[in-house]
């Protein structure tokens, strides 16, 4: 049985074609099979087995909880969860066991989803992966063949996300199809009183129309975005996508956002500047690892940071402070931030000019070969990789990443939709028509899944879970 979205899990769930505990035993022995791949840090086995017998309970009463019953789920591990370790795959956090739930995490165990575990991820989410700070959910997903949506700054509670960029940080949602990510939204939306920077006013339901009249639409092209870096095969599919919107009436216009080229040089300030901040909390007294150096504060404390932080966060952190410093704050934070401003008004601009959504790659091109990945540092490859991403975490808004094609090495490519804030609804129905039209191949993308494991299982794959 090949189910694709969440919907037809569930009716398969709710018609008895499978329980919930052997939904959940078949995941946990695809994650076993798949161990050699780091995609785990941490396993909860015993947990989801229980949620599932409960789930069981309920289905056989009638009496499923919505949608999201008896389905597993997987969390990123900078989102703190009840009783299971959250480690940031940091050693500062190693064997911290949260004494409560992400409000994220909560909405969805009120729906009886399954928790399957904690995901690998950067540690503290500096790179790829993890939280979406500056595209570490459209960019994985652009990569996977999955729908990787971003919500806007402030729609999703971030209480119980352990932070790296407060002011950019939100919780991202990967899923096969617009669908899934409306149903998933529609939980976590709303205001959560303990995170003031959620919206105030109740949040509907996210049910999306079906739309099939694009001919009132106006469909933007930033300019800005078709770089030299950009590949000929994003850059056909992109004027492939813009063509397709056209050809069935919408209007497609060339826009422009003048400060993009700056976007990379301000997020960079920023946000390390906010992880300077942010890491400053883990010193070894009042959290996180503590070294057994005891012959000074000023010792233990440098030793406990250099034990628990990697270089790649260690190089943040001193980035920060160094723009932090009295002789530097107004030369780079002050401008950085007004430099942000500028960005965002750019994207309010074309809004207001009457651009429903702009169309936009992704990523430069199609997921790179590790040995090829490995040759740049990381905040090279940060920055190159995030061009497309990071402005839309500066200004708050919603974007969304929908799979189109395989490359010509079959690999998935997707495009990004980027909506105005708060317009979440819109974007994500849009983007619903769009993946309607593309049909991307999900039965090919599951062979090349298949191709790949049994190709890695016979080579040895550098290790990115949590350092001993």
């Known amino acids: 049985m090949l189910c694709r979205t969440l919907r037809e899990v569930s009716a398969a769930l709710k018609q008895g074609q499978i329980t919930p505990t052997e939904l959940c035993r078949k995941c ?3 994650i076993k099979k798949t161990k050699f791949l780091n995609a785990y840090i941490t396993v909860s086995e015993e947990v989801a087995l229980k949620q599932a017998e409960e789930s069981e309970e309920r289905y056989k009463k009638g009496q499923p909880l919505g949608d999201l019953d008896g ?15 959250t480690t940031c795959a940091s050693n500062m956090l190693k064997g911290y066991v949260p004494p409560y ?59 119980g996300l352990i932070p790296l960029v407060n002011s950019m940080d939100v919780p991202g949602i990967l899923t096969r199809c617009v669908d899934d990510t409306a149903i998933v939204l529609g939980i976590l939306a709303g205001h959560d009183p303990k995170d003031s920077t959620t919206v105030q006013n109740p949040v509907k339901l996210f049910m999306l129309p079906s739309l099939t009249d694009v001919s009132k639409l ?47 040089v301000c997020y960079h300030v920023l946000c390390t500047s906010e992880v300077a901040s942010n890491m400053a909390r883990f010193d070894g007294l009042e959290y996180g690892h503590r070294c057994n150096i005891d012959v000074s504060t000023e010792a233990m404390y440098a030793a406990t940071r250099r034990e628990g932080f990697n270089d790649v966060v260690r190089g943040r952190i001193l980035s920060g402070n160094f723009f932090l410093l009295k002789e530097n704050y107004e030369n780079y934070f002050i401008r950085a931030q007004k430099v942000r401003r500028l960005i965002a008004n750019d994207f309010a601009n074309v809004f207001n000019s009457g651009v429903d959504v702009l169309l936009t790659p992704t990523t430069l091109s199609d997921a790179v070969p590790y040995l090829e990945f490995v040759k740049e540092d990381n905040r090279t490859r940060s920055a190159q990789g995030d061009i497309f991403t990071q402005a839309v975490n500066m200004a708050g808004l919603p974007a969304v990443s929908v799979p189109v094609a395989l490359s010509s090495q079959g690999l998935p490519i997707g495009l990004q939709f980027i909506g105005r804030a708060f317009c979440d609804q819109q974007l994500l129905t849009i983007a619903k028509w769009f993946e309607k039209q593309v049909q991307f191949p999900v039965i090919q993308l599951q062979e090349l899944m ?17 350092k001993q």
Request: net charge negative; with cysteine.
């Open 218 to 264: 106006c469909i933007g092209i930033p300019k800005e975005y078709l770089v030299p870096e950009l590949s000929s095969e994003v850059q056909s599919l992109w004027s492939k996508a813009a063509d397709l919107f056209e050809s069935e009436g919408a209007k497609v216009i060339e826009v422009s956002l003048p400060h993009t080229c700056y976007s990379i």
């Open 28 to 30: 946990l022995s695809l």
């Open 101 to 159: 739930n992400a409000t994220v995490v909560q909405k969805l165990l009120d729906q009886g989803v399954l928790l399957m575990g904690k995901t690998n991820l950067d540690e503290f989410a500096m790179g790829a992966l993890g939280s979406d700070t500056g595209g570490s959910t459209r960019n994985p997903a652009a990569h996977c063949g999955l729908l990787g949506f971003k919500p806007s700054y402030g729609l999703v509670s971030r209480h």
């Open 450 to 466: 298949n191709d790949c494991s049994s190709v890695l299982k016979n080579e040895t794959l550098p290790s990115v879970s949590l």
């Open 71 to 85: 389905i597993p789920i997987a969390v990123k591990d900078n989102f703190s969860t009840t009783g299971i370790e």
